[in-house]
């Protein structure tokens, strides 16, 4: 699942940061900034206009990231129902 599809206050887990590119300058930044594997992570809240952007927190750290960066990092949704 991306980021960028997990319902607000869902607890996950990032698995990885997908580059889109070569190089690609938003996946190297958001790893930079904690995305990594085995971060707890969450979707906090959107803003009111087209949902953008979304309040993120991973760890301690909340982020405001676009939906199109948060398409780049893979979660695993924990709890019932996932393995």
């Known amino acids: ?6 319902p607000y206050r869902t607890a996950a887990t990032v698995e990885t ?4 590119a070569p190089n690609d300058g938003i ?8 995305f990594v594997a085995g971060e707890p992570v969450q ?6 206009v087209g949902a953008e952007p979304l309040l993120v927190q991973i760890g301690c750290t909340r982020f405001a990231l676009r939906r199109s960066e948060a ?8 709890g019932a129902g996932h393995p």
């Open 1 to 6: 699942m991306l980021l960028s599809d997990l």
């Open 17 to 20: 940061v997908e580059d889109r």
């Open 43 to 48: 979707v906090m809240a959107a803003g009111p």
């Open 71 to 78: 398409a780049r990092v893979r979660v695993h949704a924990n």
């Open 27 to 34: 996946a190297r930044r958001l790893r930079e900034l904690g």
